[in-house]
């Protein structure tokens, strides 16, 4: 190395350090409050510290335990119609079983733990990209902990993970995120919209999509070939009611005050409301799914340009449409929009702040709903309903600025081919602007 050479490092040295410092006292800083707070929800998992309510372990240590005893006999719960789920969520219901030496429902818990940290690490890393940042992962440190005890006793932890990790994956490594995509929807459905702002056109698009659609089509026909009743999840799922804490159960709630005669009854794996007027308001629900679905394909038939951020926004919105529009959102289902909000917020190009934002507020209000208050949301009582109309209020708000959003990108993100979104080639630089003249940049 010449002295010149040697110069040079020196006097950028000084210049990278500060960064580097700073960017291992953000992940310390992550690190630590992700620790404290996870601890907490250990402690509430475990039962060592207790909130008011019903306890919201049982499903773990009841049923998932009692499905994972069917499972292991090479069958589906074919004759339980709380088994509503595609055939890969037999594996987060077995995996417990890889660690023996623990009670079933502390084995879970450690699983979840571990898929939690790995969820961070990777929103820490990517964060750390040119064009990206590391505010996603605060967004997953806080809306996981603001959701309670209920994040660690339900398997969608696990499907949220999956769905970022290919968001993540999309730009640089389009077959991965396709064979993400395919997976996360095998556990769990929804992590096909993830694919509402994927590109058509493209070497990277087709890879993304034929990779989703390949890993899809042949997870699935080997579940159906190997396991009996792969595909029963789909009439259980399709008989399920208005659950308590949807939106149209909002109508309900407030039509008991009213007296109304209808009451509620647990039903196919919740708690729904059963009565005259019901039928009526869960087909206005899947009406409401209709036209968030008509608005997203109306949204795409119009978008003829890509921004860095247009996959992670699109991905958000239509889960975010979906959940607040379905018969039934069950407090783990935050876990979705938690998820899908941290990577949206990982792009720096990204317009969906203040909806996250929103999430985060609503997720809090869902601790509150469930299990805290949930006897006043069952009851209709004025507590109760305050609390859902004020949590299911935040979600309508965030799914109206979300579509706005959406809609009118504002020229603030990049252009596609300079930020490497799935289905354009990316530029070694950006490309100039007719308009702007070459002093300004």
């Not at 993970?161 to 994956?169: F, I, T």
């Not at 929009?337 to 990577?343: E, F, R, Y």
């Not at 869902?366 to 109309?389: C, K, Y």
């Not at 809609?407 to 603030?412: E, I, L």
Request: charged fraction near 15%.
């Amino acid at each position: 190395m010449t002295s010149t050479d040697s110069t040079a490092d020196t006097a950028e040295r000084p210049a990278r350090l500060p960064w580097a410092a700073r960017t291992a006292r953000s992940a310390a800083a992550a690190w630590t409050a992700w620790a404290a707070t996870r601890a907490l929800l250990l402690l509430c998992a475990m039962r060592v510290l207790v909130l008011p309510g019903p306890d919201v372990t049982t499903d773990v240590s009841v049923i998932y335990q009692g499905w994972a005893e069917v499972l292991r006999t090479g069958t589906f719960p074919l004759d339980d119609v709380t088994w509503q789920y595609p055939p890969a969520a037999a594996l987060p219901v077995l995996a417990p079983g890889l660690l023996p030496f623990l009670p079933y429902a502390t084995a879970f818990f450690a699983l979840m733990l571990v898929v939690d940290a790995a969820a961070l690490a990777l929103l820490l890393r990517a964060g750390r990209r040119p064009g990206h940042r590391r505010t996603g992962a605060w967004v997953w440190i806080a809306g996981v902990a603001l959701l309670g005890p209920t994040a660690y006793a339900r398997y969608d932890l696990l499907v949220a993970a999956v769905a970022a990790a290919a968001l993540l994956a999309a730009a640089r490594r389009p077959r991965t995120a396709g064979a993400l995509i395919a997976c996360g929807a095998l556990l769990k459905v929804w992590p096909v919209l993830l694919l509402a702002g994927a590109p058509l056109r493209g070497r990277r698009a087709r890879a993304l999509w034929w990779s989703a659609a390949g890993w899809g089509a042949g997870l699935l026909l080997a579940a159906v070939v190997a396991v009996p009743g792969a595909l029963c999840f789909v009439g259980f799922q399709r008989d399920r009611g208005t659950e308590v804490e949807s939106l149209g159960a909002l109508v309900l709630h407030l039509a008991r005050h009213a007296g109304w005669p209808g009451e509620v009854q647990l039903h196919y794996g919740s708690l729904e409301f059963l009565g005259p007027g019901v039928p009526l308001v869960s087909a206005l629900a899947l009406a409401l799914s209709g036209a968030a679905l008509a608005w997203l394909v109306h949204w795409r038939l119009r978008t003829a340009e890509f921004t860095a951020a247009t996959l992670a926004d699109a991905a958000f919105t239509a889960v975010l449409l979906f959940t607040t529009t379905s018969r039934v959102i069950s407090p783990q289902y935050l876990l979705w929009l938690v998820g899908t909000a941290a990577v949206c917020l990982t792009v720096r190009a990204g317009r969906q702040g203040l909806p996250a934002v929103l999430v985060l507020l609503a997720t809090g209000v869902t601790l509150l709903e469930f299990p805290i208050h949930f006897a006043d949301v069952v009851a209709s009582t004025p507590w109760g309903v305050t609390l859902l109309v004020l949590r299911n209020g935040l979600l309508v708000a965030a799914c109206l600025l979300a579509c706005r959003r959406l809609r009118n990108p504002g020229g603030r993100g990049r252009r596609a081919q300079d930020a490497g979104v799935p289905g354009v080639r990316p530029s070694l630089s950006p490309a100039p602007d007719a308009h702007t003249p070459a002093t300004s940049r």
